[in-house]
């Protein structure tokens, strides 16, 4: 009877010791991380012209569904255009940049 008890209570402690780890590592690979914050930050540095979070042309072109590859929206994010688009070079990274292009590969009608 109380060697059942034990073992019931050693299970329950490698249970929860095993979910204390899946958990936060499931919640937070970097991918997630960096298409949550994506989000926001498309729709506060972007949105303005690139209207319904890419979904739609604003001032800006529709970039749902872009046909050009990843090197040109690359180099437009970062050097911008000329009277039509701010260069962004210096306010992201690398890694900032590489997110928002697969944010704009994800986009899906609503
Ligand atoms: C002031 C308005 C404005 C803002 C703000 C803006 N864009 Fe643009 N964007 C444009 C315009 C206009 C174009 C089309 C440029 C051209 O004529 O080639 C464009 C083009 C692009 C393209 C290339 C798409 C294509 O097919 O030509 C990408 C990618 C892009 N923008 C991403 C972004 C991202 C990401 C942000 C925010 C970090 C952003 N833009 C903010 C106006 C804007």
């Known amino acids: 009877m109380k060697l059942k008890y034990c ?16 958990m936060p590592a499931r919640a937070q690979t970097p991918e997630d991380l960096a298409n949550f914050d994506v989000n926001q930050l498309f729709a ?4 303005f012209c690139h209207s319904d979070g ?5 001032k800006g072109p529709q970039l749902m569904g872009d046909q050009h590859d990843d090197d040109f929206l690359r180099n437009r994010i970062k050097n911008g255009k000329q009277g039509a688009m701010p260069a962004f070079g210096g306010s992201f990274n690398e890694q900032q940049i590489d997110a928002i292009i697969i944010y704009i590969r994800d986009l899906k009608p609503r």
């Open 44 to 47: 506060s540095t972007c949105g």
């Open 54 to 58: 890419g979904r739609e042309a604003g």
């Open 7 to 22: 073992a019931a209570v050693v299970l329950l402690a490698v249970l929860v010791a095993s979910q204390g780890i899946a």
